[in-house]
């Protein structure tokens, strides 16, 4: 008996093409069906936003993490989209919040157009304390003075930013040359200003509370350009009678 008759069919029975088609599909569609597991882009998962709560102010940013996360992708905070995406990773991302109310917002992880996960009420601003100004004392040294504004440098000045008092001299040190502290990576350098000279002093400053961008809470001075952190090596310019004196902060004492 022939394998395959004159009509093509196979012992008689299937025809030959129908049994190759046949054939080819049983062993397609595995072999595609692999391909799309080994070859598909998996998808993108959100686990936890670090920190999960934050003092409402500006400059804030956040950790997203997750799996399989990817350039070019959005994280929203409500209906609010984060300034930025900043991927470090397939599990990780920092991302720049926009001006957020203080409340608690879910947190919405976006491929182009397409939600692709969400964490529910993730993220919690707090607002910042009722009070926000205290008062510090600082040690350090008004920087680079003229020997005639040696001579009027007193304990009890009152120096001031927009008409009100943001410090006042408790007390003052023996001049000495004038030099300023310099940072250069991980150096602190200590560079001369020839022909100038130093008062060492004590200062009570008056301080506002803002927030850092991991959620604590620091106090600064506001400035005739912008705000000075009240820390070790940050540098104050304070308003007086006889024009603008410069202040290194070398030691935050507290609230003496």
Known sequence: MAIVDDRGRLVGRVNLIDAVVAF????LIPVAF???????TPAATLTAVVPAKLYQGGNLRVEVTGENLR??????????QGRTFMIGGTRGAMVDLPDLAPGVYDVALYDYMQEVSRLPKALTILPLAPVPTVEMQVAGAFKGLSSERVKTMKAGDRLQENG?????VVSVGTPTPSSITLRAGP?????PLAGQTDIPAVLKLKCFVSANADGSLKCSVPGPIQQTDVAPGSTLS?????????FQIDKVLGDK
């Open 34 to 40: 692999g391909a799309y597991l080994l070859f598909r």
């Open 164 to 168: 009100d008092a943001t410090a006042e």
């Open 238 to 246: 304070l308003g007086a009678p006889d024009g603008w004196a410069t």
């Open 187 to 191: 150096n602190v350098l200590q560079v």
């Open 71 to 80: 350039p070019f992708m959005r994280v929203r905070f409500d209906t609010l």
């Open 24 to 27: 080819l599909i049983l062993v």
